[in-house]
T-cell receptor
Framework: GDSVTQMEGPVTLSEEAFLTINCTYT??????LFWYVQYPGEGLQLLLK?????DKGSNKGFEATYRKETTSFHLEKGSVQVSDSAVYFC??????????FGTGTQLKVEL | SQTIHQWPATLVQPVGSPLSLECTVEGTSNPNLYWYRQAAGRGLQLLFY??????ISSEVPQNLSASRPQDRQFILSSKKLLLSDSGFYLC????????????????FGQGTRLTVV
């Protein structure tokens, strides 16, 4: 079945620092890849996605590139803000009727 | 547009009491439906998923059950709650598409914070 390995948190950064959250996956078929964000006390919401190899998903200054050769989908942002503090989940979706999420990486951005 | 409703938002229940959490989806047909639990400071644990009415798959043996009485309704239940059932419960839906048979993105409800005392 599908599985995800996501870097452990919490990750604590100063505002305007560069962010990388690593994600590698195993999946059957031709998965789409997603990053979700969860703000405190809320459900998850889609941050960005990529549906095929070499695609780059981007949203709100975050980017991730679908790397089939390394089965990775690392999340990056050039300059984080305090408002980016949240938990980030990586999720491949392949065949198999269920959505698999990474363990989540908590990001704390300080002034 | 599609929306998902999950209630209640918070719930405090005594040990041994029953549980019923409800989730409904609007604006789509035949969605895949999911229940997840998130313990404090931890990731998402898939509890149940359903690909159609009356079709429930359980991921983890536990004190909970799920039912799907209608296409867009998903219910999480327990006959007798345990302290360990406390957590943040999330309902989600996705739509399957394509001949390769994989999901679109998932859409989540706002979650239910359950505290068993």
């Amino acid at each position: 079945g599908d599985s995800v390995t996501q870097m452990e948190g919490p990750v604590t950064l100063s505002e305007e620092a560069f962010l990388t959250i690593n994600c590698t996956y195993t999946a059957t078929g031709y998965p789409s890849l997603f990053w979700y964000v969860q703000y405190p006390g809320e459900g998850l919401q889609l941050l960005l996605k990529a549906t095929k190899a070499d695609d780059k998903g981007s949203n709100k200054g975050f980017e991730a590139t679908y790397r089939k050769e390394t089965t990775s989908f690392h999340l990056e942002k050039g300059s984080v803000q305090v408002s980016d503090s949240a938990v980030y989940f990586c999720a491949p979706t392949g065949g198999g009727n269920k959505l698999t999420f990474g363990t989540g990486t908590q990001l704390k951005v300080e002034l | 547009s599609q929306t998902i409703h999950q209630w209640p938002a918070t719930l405090v229940q005594p040990v041994g009491s029953p549980l019923s959490l409800e989730c409904t989806v609007e604006g789509t047909s035949n969605p895949n439906l999911y229940w997840y639990r998130q313990a404090a400071g931890r990731g998402l644990q898939l509890l149940f998923y359903s690909v159609g009415i009356g079709q429930i798959s359980s991921e983890v043996p536990q004190n909970l059950s799920a039912s799907r009485p209608q296409d867009r309704q998903f219910i999480l239940s327990s006959k007798k709650l345990l302290l360990s059932d406390s957590g943040f419960y999330l309902c989600a839906w996705s739509v399957r598409y394509g001949y390769l048979d994989f999901d679109t993105e998932a859409f989540f409800g706002q979650g239910t914070r359950l505290t068993v005392v």
